[in-house]
């Protein structure tokens, strides 16, 4: 158990619909990612806050968003989903921003149907 | 940006035999690499990690050795098994930049 939580564990939606992924880092880490994963792309990087501040932009869509509130847990949001979205969401943690050992949790995966 | 290619795609071994998974990295300034192991349905778990000061770190059964010249580094499994049997991406990054990751290595131990 690496001590980062997610929820939902399994989410099926339909296409043009708007959802939402929870992610609680370990306690004490202030820094949060978000990576999805698909059979054809691999890990992907989406997005970093650390400490409630945008860090770092990956390969995340217009459509996606993220926030980190002041308890440090963050959500992920999806809109107009397509098909092409259907994947594993993980969120990972660190203690500071540099990134370097980060610890994943279980993941979202999510259906568009 | 960081481009990091791994190989093989899939590994089967015999248990008790070695395995071996290769990376090499694009980026002559990433300095932290790091190896995942990820069984099914779980997110991936961080099993060992190097720094560009150090050429090799072990730990009991898992070894990593980085050549920074010619900018590739390999993950040593010995006496693997059956728990073993997962995927195992490699990864490198440089100061507060994003963890770049390998395709994926499929380790499948045979009893």
């Keep these: ?113 | 940006g960081e481009n990091v290619e791994q190989h093989p795609s899939t590994l089967s071994v015999q248990e008790g035999d070695s395995a071996v998974i290769k990376c090499t990295y694009s980026d002559s300034a990433s300095n932290y690499f790091p190896w995942y192991k990820q069984e099914l349905g779980k997110g991936p778990q961080l099993i060992i990690d190097i720094r560009s000061n150090v050429g090799e770190k072990k730990d009991q059964r898992i070894a990593v050795t980085l050549n920074k010249t010619a900018k590739h580094f390999s993950l040593h499994i010995t006496e693997t098994q059956p728990e073993d049997s997962a995927v195992y991406f490699c990864a490198a990054k440089r100061d507060d930049y994003k963890l770049s990751f390998g395709a994926g290595t499929t380790v499948t131990v045979r009893a």
């Design chain 1, 1 to 113: 158990d690496s001590g980062v939580t997610q929820t939902p564990k399994h989410l099926i939606t339909a296409t043009g619909q708007r959802v939402t992924l929870r992610c609680s880092p370990r306690s004490g880490d202030l820094s949060v990612y978000w990576y999805q994963q698909s059979l054809d792309q691999g890990l992907q990087f989406l997005i970093q806050y650390y400490n409630g501040e945008e860090r770092a932009k990956g390969n995340i869509l217009e459509r996606f968003s993220a926030q980190q509130f002041p308890d440090l847990h963050s959500e992920l949001n999806l809109s107009s989903l397509e098909l092409g979205d259907s994947a594993l969401y993980f969120c990972a943690s660190s203690v500071d921003t540099a990134g370097d050992t980060q610890y994943f949790g279980p993941g979202t995966r999510l259906t568009v149907l």
